[in-house]
């Protein structure tokens, strides 16, 4: 095997490495669920519960669903879980090949974007998810018995969840196209109307269609981005020196 060939090796087997690793913490986490999983899957179900009159209910349409959907929920649950530990072993493949002061900037970002994603996921669950059933079932015409799949419900929330969890990783993006002089804070300021537009785009697609939960995705999309533009003023040095050279302030 040639010189080349090695590093490259070397590489490849670490990478498996870091991913087995992934895999298995998640793995163990889902043994950890798996007696729960109907346990966890009614708790998750609360929210469109409380709203559902007295004689409804969620339902099962096929078969294997009263089953398969609550293990399928606590298989997404570990991966939740478990996405600190996974990106702490991306960060650590490519720690190696990061300059110091590079490596002194991924440790913090990893955190804050793990942290990101959980609160977007919380206030998914806290704020969107009461004001969207309560709205879907006080809506429902007159003599429609609202009685929701369990498989189309959890796809509903999950995606909703994913969702605000990756749309709270806009103050991450903003510091990362700062610190690698993609843009600047002043710019970014210059373009507060765009974004805005965009963030409603995003929630159009992001989102189940419906205006509550797409309003309720984009407001925090851009005060997230006004956070990430007093971040990236604060976490990249230098930056009133680039403004300056590029006369823009």
């Avoid at 490849?12 to 043994?31: G, N, Y």
């Avoid at 991966?79 to 702490?88: A, D, G, H, N």
Wanted: with cysteine; proline share 7%.
């Amino acid at each position: 095997m040639s010189e080349d060939a090695t590093p490259l090796m070397d590489h490849l087997t670490e990478l498996r490495s870091r991913l087995i690793r992934s895999l298995l913490a998640v793995l163990v986490v889902f043994i950890v669920l798996a007696p729960f999983a109907g346990t966890i899957f009614t708790w998750l179900a609360e929210p469109l519960a409380r709203h559902l009159p007295d004689e409804s209910s969620l339902i099962a349409t096929q078969v294997a669903s009263p089953f398969l959907t609550p293990f399928k929920m606590a298989l997404v649950g570990a991966i939740f879980i478990s996405i600190p530990f996974v990106m702490y072993q991306v960060w650590a493949f490519v720690a190696p090949g990061l300059y110091a002061t590079e490596r002194r900037l991924v440790g913090p970002l990893i955190f804050s974007s793990s942290l990101l994603f959980y609160l977007g996921a919380a206030f998914a669950w806290f704020v969107v998810f009461p004001l969207v059933f309560g709205f879907f079932v006080a809506v429902a015409p007159e003599g429609v018995a609202v009685m929701t799949d369990i498989q189309h419900y959890l796809n509903f929330v999950l995606a909703l969840f994913v969702a605000f969890g990756l749309a709270f990783q806009v103050p991450v993006i903003t510091v990362l196209l700062v610190r690698t002089g993609a843009t600047t804070p002043t710019a970014l300021k210059r373009k507060r109307p765009y974004v805005l537009v965009g963030a409603f785009v995003c929630g159009m697609f992001l989102t189940p269609p419906d205006a509550i939960s797409q309003t309720l995705l984009a407001l925090p999309v851009y005060l997230l981005f006004e956070l990430g533009i007093i971040m990236s003023r604060i976490m990249v040095p230098g930056i009133r020196e680039v403004e300056e050279q590029r006369g823009e302030r």
